[in-house]
């Protein structure tokens, strides 16, 4: 049980398009999910929380108009690249917390997502 | 707000042998969850274990085990009889038992196993 599907798992676009990603909680219904970035041999950084049906809690230096975050449903949520440029260029990381189980005090992550912007 | 101090970058470990991973935390909550993650070089994040700041008995997942010291705010991970499939990155985390359980994570133990 607990299992998060992210997609697309590695995407290269050209610098000033905008990328999707999606992340699926698929047997449970995720009532918060979070978004990280990872740069190489570091830790994950907390980009932004995303309850369901409500906006998006940026972190402090996390540009909510580059990255835009939509919660919709209880098992998708998307985090939007507007505007990419290489130094966007890194993996993202999505998690899922919510109903069910040991569900709600735990998170449960996502594949990751490697971002190329060329 | 937490604090999550893993104060070894690398450790190794022969095949079959026991290591301890060590992991620091500081808060001011009383009730709060600490877990145990591992990033294998798919850096897909798995959880391996998890601990209730409530609960005074340690929690155990198979190999794995923590020493959960509340006055002490220490959460160590044991891995006992080491494979090579254990390989990997290990991250400390923890939030508060309340809010939007945002995690707080160590920056990471690189693990290695000799065959």
């Known amino acids: 049980g607990a299992v998060v599907s992210q997609h697309p798992s590695r995407v290269i676009c050209k610098s000033g398009t905008s990328v999707k990603i999606e992340c699926r909680s698929l047997?449970?219904?995720?009532?918060?999910m979070f978004w990280y970035r990872q740069f190489p041999k570091q830790s994950l950084m907390l980009m932004a929380t995303?309850?369901?049906?409500?906006?998006?809690?940026?972190e402090q230096g996390v540009e909510k108009d580059k990255f835009l975050i939509n919660h919709a449903s209880l098992t998708l949520s998307t985090l939007t690249v507007t505007s990419a440029h290489p130094e966007d260029s890194s993996f993202y990381i999505c998690?899922?917390?919510?109903?069910?189980?040991?569900?709600?005090?735990?998170?449960?992550f996502g594949p990751g997502t490697r971002l190329l912007v060329l | 707000a937490q604090t999550v101090t893993q104060s070894q970058p690398e450790m190794s470990v022969q095949e079959a042998e026991t290591v301890t991973l060590s992991c620091t935390y500081d808060t001011s909550e009383s009730d709060y969850y600490l877990f145990w993650y591992k990033q294998p070089p798919s850096r897909q994040m798995i959880l391996v274990i998890r601990?209730?700041?409530?609960?005074?008995q340690n929690a155990t997942e198979n190999r794995f085990s923590v020493n959960f010291q509340k006055a002490a705010k220490s959460f160590s991970l044991k891995i006992s009889d080491s494979q090579l499939g254990d390989a990997a990155m290990y991250f400390c985390a923890g939030h508060s038992g309340a809010g939007s359980y945002q995690l707080t994570f160590g920056k990471g133990t690189k693990l290695s196993v000799i065959p």
């Open positions: 047997d449970f219904q995720a009532t918060t």
């Open positions: 601990q209730e700041a409530y609960k005074q």
């Open positions: 995303s309850n369901e049906g409500s906006k998006a809690t940026y």
């Open positions: 998690s899922a917390s919510g109903m069910g189980g040991g569900a709600k005090e735990t998170q449960y």
